[in-house]
């Protein structure tokens, strides 16, 4: 079992930022892939960003160039720097892992944390 905590969601006003971390416990791996979800109302769960041990990493269209994923594999931590937030921005931000590499896909990855709130204001 492998537990997954999120921290860092808030409101925020547009243009701001918001650094989201994820703790990771229990029975983790290195070598697995962390990445970070989204999923705002009346839409599907989508990628936000993953990351593998060796530093590779794939980013949404939709955040390149605002947000960064970066990983600690001594600590099992990863975060989220999330700069020039949209109000399209807005919505539950989940912390994953899974032994899939640079998985793309919600079924790509075995662990959840319970998600944090992510609120834009205009």
């Known amino acids: 079992q492998v537990q997954l905590v999120e921290s860092g969601g808030g409101l925020v006003q547009a243009g701001g930022s918001l650094r989201l971390s994820c703790a990771a416990s229990?029975?983790?791996?290195?070598?697995?892939?962390m990445g970070w979800f989204r999923q705002a109302p009346g839409k599907q769960r989508e990628l936000v960003a993953v990351?593998?041990?060796?530093?590779?990493?794939i980013t949404a269209s939709s955040v390149k160039g605002r947000f960064t994923i970066s990983r600690d594999n001594v600590k099992n931590m990863v975060y989220l720097q999330m700069n020039g937030l949209k109000p399209e921005d807005t919505a539950v931000y989940y912390c994953?892992?899974?032994?899939?590499?640079?998985?793309?896909?919600?079924?790509?990855?075995?662990?959840w944390g319970q998600g944090t709130q992510v609120t834009v204001s205009s």
């Open positions: 229990g029975r983790t791996f290195s070598s697995n892939g």
């Open positions: 990351i593998v041990s060796g530093g590779l990493t």
């Open positions: 994953a892992t899974g032994s899939h590499g640079l998985g793309q896909r919600p079924g790509d990855y075995d662990y």
